[in-house]
């Protein structure tokens, strides 16, 4: 009886006990590696401009260490490479934070009537709120950052914003109406604040060793360019050591679970090195494919009937869409929610060609299609590279704020072209590069017609 008994608890034992898995091959290491890069894309790209955008006192743009702002003073020129597709319709105060430790209270100025908005990204790029005149109003104040696990007392009457990871990106952007409105916008840009809660109401200098520049990360290089020549044992890597700090969203699991077969685990190092040869190999081969897929998702995004782009009303939350994520972290890192602005894309003509200034073209808006949006709208020139081409007027958006020349009929004509349109059509021209370009129409606080689809732009047409 007794040997009866010691052979059913071993029995037991052997049933309970977790099945060994089986080796991975290298193509199941392929397919995994597929969708854990495209799932690790974003948060790879927000680290390596994480280093570059803190990397405060290295010479160019304004850098601010780690929970402290940095303004832009004038809007990005012909040589800013750091995010892709910039805007040229707002100064730009943007703050890299770190609430692992404590709370960060972030105080935002009284714009007195003037559009604003403070949106906070984590390190997935999911805008997880967006304060301002929308949502907030333009009365300014102070809300207390707080990180995924804290607990704790804040001051009485404080709003309080969870961030789902500790570290993250605020993009402030205020409304700024050309180059003689920099002065006024600078000195909104100086009621930004932000300080550690233990020390809020105190000043808080940025200390001297976080404004010595670290000449080990790569200034000359754009992130997004980092990314594409990163190899797969660094790409890996840095997901695993940021990942550390920054969880992973709660409807994470299945892919979670697929990764761990490979030995990328939440809160461990990975080394590539180290793994399966079977599963490097599979892993490697998946990050060159896994890019091109990202890159090439623009191809399969929707085009409307006038051959623009719509880009979807999911930017800036994007559930377990991993692909439509990635593929906003490559084309246009820091987008803002659909109910804050919208982002039409240009890459045809009217006969589905791809923009060149080679040829010249005509955008006509009828009256009844001027952009409907509550706050301002624009219109971006990109060239190949996605960032602004020099042109010789410096010109790289043209929109609502400008002085532009309607017709009789209130209708508008913008002119698209290399060279100039002529000295009368100047006013309503906005240069393309020589070769190939894209554009983006942005429309700030768009209305319900833009959002729901009833409004689409129209074709861009070759002038006759």
Known sequence: MTKFLALLALAAGLLSAPAQAAPVSEDEAYAIGLDAYTYAYPMVLMEVSRRVLTNAGSPGRPRAPMNHFAHMRTYPDAGFKEVVRPNADTLYSTLWFDVGK??????????????????????????????????????????????????????AGMRMVRSPTDNGWIIGR??????????????LQAGYAAAPLSSWGQQQPASKASM??????????????????????????????????????????AILLRMERVGLVPGKSFDLAAVDPAVQRGLSRAAADAYRRIVDNRTRVRLTANGWVALGNALGVYGNDYLQRAFIAYAGLGALPPEEAIYPMAPLDADGKPLNGASRYVLHFDKEQIPPADAFWSLTMYGADQFFAANPLGRFAIGDRDELNFNADGS??????????????????LPAPAGPFTMNLRLYLPRREALDGRWTPPAIRKAP
């Open 174 to 187: 205020i409304q700024t109406n050309g180059a003689p409105d920099y002065d006024h916008v600078h000195g």
């Open 212 to 253: 010595e520049p670290d000449p080990s990360i790569d200034m000359a290089t754009p992130p997004v360019e980092q990314l594409a020549r990163m190899s797969p044992a660094a790409f890996y890597s840095l997901f695993a050591e940021t990942l550390k700090r920054n969880p992973p969203h709660a409807t994470d699991y």
């Open 412 to 429: 508008l004509d913008l002119y698209i072209q290399h060279d100039s349109p002529g000295a009368g059509k100047e006013a309503n021209w």
């Open 102 to 155: 404590e709370p960060l209270v972030v105080t935002m100025p009284n714009t007195a009537g003037r559009y604003h908005v403070v949106p906070i990204m984590d390190m997935w790029t999911e805008v997880f709120a967006a304060l301002g005149t929308r949502t907030t109003g333009n009365e300014g104040g102070s809300f207390a950052l707080v990180g995924p696990h804290w607990q704790g007392e804040l001051p």
